[in-house]
């Protein structure tokens, strides 16, 4: 190996919401990361058009004058923007003739295989040495859209890190009681209304429990889907929109959850999920993304289609009032956070990808 290893991390900014910004932030705690030097190069945050062409141009330069002496870049992408941004530091890194990892954070298979755009992952997946997806069915789906075979290898993102405390005489609202955890951003696609529909259907025969919907809306029609949805179906007083939660308040709003639900159209692998298994919450989920390769339905989570309200209706039903249940599946969550998703294990596989790419050796 070579002396002092170097690799940039070509990411969206630290301070950016979503899942490639916490999973870089948990690379970022592995022994790996000191290791191998790591420079994170944030080239995205949210906001106004000039912050981000300043955020891009900033990571341009920083880049350009870091990649000659680095011996691997890492670039996390996502959707086709963020391939847009990715493909110029692509470029450069291969001009250098530097090893890349390119690994794949998608929200939805369609993005591979819609022909106005797949031309363009083909290129760039094409110049990596080496492919990272979230899971055994991206790697599928990866090899379906770009064709290929031997170079790429999936890499679960973790769980978080939960440290145990007594929450049981902390009383702060909207977190008093049973309540059944939705977060995320709230639109069509993440299926909060699905949820909320469902709910009301049993929600007079559970008074004293409530859907909490944690996230905040992402255009208007949804901010008028929020407001007006619990009204029209009568269970107002039994659904909470706390709005974005965040740092304590966020910790705390998983830890005095009952029961998580994903109703998602489609994910990568969602970091939701994955927090709710930290906190050893039973979760009730759609088969999204990377989740069928996973989950076992009624062993570790119950699943339902997406936009399928009678069945989360049951689901949610089912894991109401049987207590034995929801204590199992909170079992397994837990199991699943300490092993196959532990965060040291998937910094472990990181390390171990990152020395077999610098060294040359088989990966």
């Given at each position: 190996m070579k002396h002092n290893p170097r690799v940039l991390v070509v990411a969206t900014s630290r301070k950016t919401r979503g899942g490639i910004t916490s999973v870089v932030k948990a690379h970022e705690t592995g022994e790996q990361w000191k290791k191998y030097h790591?420079?994170?190069?944030?080239?995205?945050?949210?906001?106004?058009?000039?912050?981000?062409?300043?955020?891009?141009?900033?990571?341009?330069?920083?880049?350009?004058?870091?990649?000659?002496?680095?011996?691997?870049?890492?670039?996390?992408?996502?959707?086709y923007s963020?391939?847009?941004?990715?493909?110029?530091f692509m470029a450069l890194a291969k001009l250098w003739h530097k090893k890349v990892i390119a690994h794949f954070h998608p929200h939805k298979p369609e993005v591979l295989f819609e022909k106005s755009t797949q031309n363009e992952y083909i290129k760039f997946f094409k110049q990596a040495d080496k492919i990272v997806a979230l899971s055994p069915q991206w790697v599928k789906w990866l090899k379906e859209a770009i064709n290929i075979t031997d170079n790429v290898t999936y890499i679960f993102n973790p769980c978080p890190t939960v440290i145990n405390r007594d929450v049981s005489n902390i009383e702060k609202e909207p977190f008093n009681g049973n309540y059944i955890l939705f977060a995320g951003t709230l639109y069509r696609r993440k299926g909060f209304d699905t949820l909320i529909k469902a709910f009301a259907k049993i929600a007079a025969k559970y008074p004293n429990w409530k859907v909490l919907l944690a996230g905040n809306p992402k255009e208007e029609k949804d901010v008028e889907l929020m407001e007006s949805l619990p009204n029209k179906l009568g269970i107002e007083k039994q659904i909470v929109f706390p709005g974005w939660?965040?740092?304590?308040?966020?910790?705390?709003?998983?830890?005095?959850?009952?029961?998580?639900?994903?109703?998602?159209?489609?994910?990568g692998f969602p970091m939701a999920v994955l927090d709710a298994w930290a906190y050893g919450l039973p979760c009730v989920v759609t088969p999204a993304g990377g989740l069928p390769d996973i989950v076992e339905d009624g062993k570790n989570a119950l699943m339902f289609d997406y936009g399928d309200v009678d069945k989360l209706a049951v689901q949610l039903d089912r894991i109401i009032s049987d207590d034995a249940l929801r204590k199992s599946i909170a079992a397994e969550s837990l199991k699943l956070a300490h092993t196959t998703f532990n965060i040291r294990n998937i910094n472990k596989q990181i390390e171990r990808l990152y020395y077999n790419l610098i060294n040359g050796t088989n990966v």
């Open positions: 790591c420079r994170w190069i944030q080239t995205h945050r949210d906001g106004p058009a000039w912050r981000k062409v300043l955020y891009f141009v900033r990571a341009y330069l920083q880049f350009f004058f870091l990649v000659p002496f680095c011996d691997l870049v890492h670039i996390h992408v996502a959707s963020s391939l847009k941004r990715k493909k110029y939660i965040v740092g304590e308040d966020k910790d705390l709003m998983f830890r005095k959850a009952a029961v998580f639900c994903l109703a998602s159209s489609a994910e």
